[in-house]
């Protein structure tokens, strides 16, 4: 147990909706952390599964507290609960139906002492991608190439359900919350909003947590399958991606101000790509040097700014 860490106290915000089959193997396991967290916080999206009343139960005898979500999907209720003022040094994201391993804070905390006060940190934690009954298993691969804006703006490595934060960011995060607009992917987002601002991501190579794939992900991980792998880069490709591109790109110019002025030129750039003819914009893009992981990602990256989906 790492003592330095143990100084630190955590706040675990979970966002749930309809998750009465999977609830009490996560609840279980945050509370079972090796740093144990000061609070649970619950923001419920109107289950009628028996969620609620689990959820009940644990909050009769532990520090767990429910509210009701937005009612507007897991982004939407994640942003509801990190717009609350941070009581503690971490917070911590926490899916409905993971698994965490008993170490995941306490690693977590362990990184994210290393980071000044004043700089915000996002720790990443490294998942095990999970069958739905968690029997079938295996590790996540790690980001060939370093976090940092310029791949921020066109791809996410920070899945939410891997997310501690130090208070600078969520400091960063909840005054950033009162500027932006839609913002498709919470995770998306902070990990953005962080890069932009001059903060550090950092990544565990190490996992510790239980990531359940299952039919109702919101956002699953099918890229860890074959076909999955294949296929993903390509998505974007596709008119969503553009879509939620430009909304994420909105989000950052209300809050450009926040963002190191190194980004805020690269930000105003990557706009301003957007808008110009096919081999202007691939050309620009390449100059800022935006960037994907992995070859097919890259690939998948300039054709799109070519078809003009991104």
Sequence with gaps: MNDDAQ??????????????????????SILGQTLSPRSLIVSDDGSQDGT?????????????????????????????????????????????????????????????????????GLYCARPLICSADLNTCRIAPLPSRAPGFRHAMVQNIAGGNCMVMNRAATDLIQAALAEVGEIPYHDWWIYQLITGAGGTVLTDDVPSLKYRQHRHNEVGSGHRTLRGFLTRP???????????????????????????????????????????????????????GVYRQGRSGTLALWCAALMGRI
Aim: glycine share 2%; aromatic share 4%; with cysteine.
């Design 52 to 120: 609620r009343e689990i959820l009940q139960r644990y909050a009769e005898r532990r520090d767990l507290t429910v509210m009701d979500g937005p009612c507007a999907g897991a982004s939407a209720n994640f942003l509801h609960l990190l717009a609350m003022p941070s009581q503690t040094d971490l917070v911590a994201l926490s899916d409905q139906d993971d698994v965490w391993l008993p170490q995941k804070l306490e690693r977590a905390a362990a990184a994210l002492r290393a980071i000044p006060a004043a700089i915000p």
């Design 7 to 28: 100084t630190l106290s955590v706040t675990v915000l979970m966002a749930t909706h309809e998750g009465a089959a999977t609830l009490c193997e996560q609840i279980d």
């Design 234 to 288: 390509f998505r974007v490709l596709s008119g969503r991606y553009a879509k939620v591109s430009a909304a994420h790109a909105n989000a950052l110019l209300r809050s450009s101000h926040r963002l190191t002025p190194e980004n805020h030129t690269l930000l105003e750039s990557f706009v301003a790509a957007q808008a110009e003819r096919p081999l202007t914009r691939l050309q620009r893009l390449r100059a800022l």
